[in-house]
């Protein structure tokens, strides 16, 4: 498998599942910016939609969008730790904190990264990230994780993002249960191992 991928974007969230699932891949740099692979390839021909992250499997077919690859990736190697088997309830209670992650927190995001935002939009974000944060924080007071003892691609996907707020000058340190958290995820050696293989 190959993993196209941009340091610090979003693709960061497949490539930590991907090193928990222990699965030999490839790592492809893409620069954002000119569209090409660090192999020259032109990257709207691989998505046309220009982002990461980009999964090919083996038999030549891709996907795209980091949630959908990292279920995908757990259901394929049935990692039911990281995502509890279909018609359970804990199963659609993690996937609903992914739709959550993505809609409300990732989106967030979005003016910070866009010249074409004024100041007046990343204050109206910088609240509303504030207020979702907040509400996090609570739901992680007296556990360890976002589904309680167990460590899910939930907690991938929001750690990476949640890396976002330093970059962005947003702090978070008041909430004291999501900082232990983003603590907790970092210390894990496939999230090290990942973000050094990308910086490097």
Not at 74 to 91: G, H, S, Y
Not at 156 to 170: H, K
Not at 173 to 192: S, Y
């Amino acid at each position: 498998m190959k993993l196209f991928y941009s340091p610090n974007a979003c693709s960061l969230a497949p490539h930590i599942v991907l090193r928990e699932l222990g699965l030999p891949f490839e790592l492809i740099k893409v620069d954002l910016q000119q569209h090409l692979t660090e192999l020259g390839e032109d990257f709207y021909r691989l998505n046309r939609k220009g982002q990461v992250p980009v999964l090919q499997l083996d038999d030549g077919s891709f996907l795209t969008e980091g949630a959908v690859i990292s279920q995908f990736l757990v259901d394929q190697f049935e990692r039911k730790d990281l995502l509890a088997e279909i018609n359970t309830v804990e199963r659609y209670q993690t996937l609903s904190w992914m739709n959550f992650i993505a809609s409300e927190i990732h989106k967030a995001y979005s003016p910070f990264f866009h010249e074409s935002y004024g100041e007046e939009s990343k204050t109206i974000f910088s609240t509303l990230l504030n207020k979702h944060y907040a509400w996090i924080d609570q739901q992680l007071d007296g556990q360890n994780y976002l589904m309680g003892s167990n460590f899910t691609i939930a907690d991938i996907y929001l750690f990476v993002v949640t890396r976002w707020a330093d970059f962005i000058g947003l702090d978070l340190g008041h909430f004291i249960h999501l900082t232990a958290f983003m603590q907790r995820i970092a210390h894990r050696q496939t999230v090290q191992d990942a973000i050094a293989a990308e910086a490097s």
